[in-house]
């Protein structure tokens, strides 16, 4: 009976598709361990905990398959993961919006070459103010997401949010401060250069 009502909702359009997902367990169990799983078997292969990747495949997938039953257990992950990804989207489209109008106003690099530095990619002016963006974004998705377990909701975060705030703020000025010295020392450099050459 719960295909036929599963087929039904296919005539729905998208909106009785997710809903019959969201009914029979799809975002709350199926997705969260699909991901915990590609977590952890990822960082085990990587770090090849019990030797070569090749002889310890089963291995890695068996804790990996543990680790995601156990944390879907007591329904704290599904409910996290249901408010953390939301806000995280909204956080990506503050990010997008600010791409959008960076390129309409100029555009601009993110990465710079240094070659007085063997040749490593730094990140210009522009480039640390899109990172320090996304910590801050980073961190207010975090620290919303985490007052389901009470642990911002409380006083700490009324009395030490602010400050954190601020030292974000400071931090990002003084990245951009860092960033335009480096960019101007890498400009002038390069033109010396092709001006002795000549």
């Known amino acids: 009976m719960s295909v036929i009502t599963g087929l039904a909702t296919f005539g729905n359009g998208i ?12 975002f709350s169990y199926v997705l969260p361990f699909l991901l915990i799983f590609a977590v952890v078997y990822g960082i085990l292969s990587k770090i090849d905990l019990f030797g070569k ?12 398959v543990a680790v995601g039953l156990l944390a879907l257990q007591f329904d704290y992950v599904p409910y996290f993961f249901s408010i953390i990804f939301p806000k995280l989207g909204v956080g990506i ?18 990465t710079y070459i ?5 040749n490593k990619v730094k990140l210009t002016a522009m480039g640390w103010t899109f990172f320090s963006i996304g910590t801050v974004i980073a961190v207010f998705v975090v620290m919303n997401s985490l007052q ?16 954190i705030i601020t030292i974000l703020i ?26 002795g050459s000549s």
């Open 15 to 26: 909106t009785g598709i997710l809903n019959y997902w969201a009914d029979v367990g799809v």
């Open 53 to 64: 990747q090749d002889q310890n495949k089963g291995v890695n997938a068996v804790i990996g």
């Open 93 to 110: 489209s503050v990010l997008l919006t600010a791409l959008i109008l960076m390129g309409l106003f100029g555009g601009g690099t993110f």
């Open 114 to 118: 240094d070659k007085t530095d063997g």
């Open 148 to 163: 389901i377990f009470s642990l911002t909701g409380s006083g700490w975060w009324t009395e030490y949010g602010p400050g």
């Open 170 to 195: 400071v931090g990002l000025l003084v990245a951009l401060a860092i960033g335009g010295d480096k960019d101007k020392s890498s400009s002038g450099g390069s033109g010396s250069g092709s001006g």
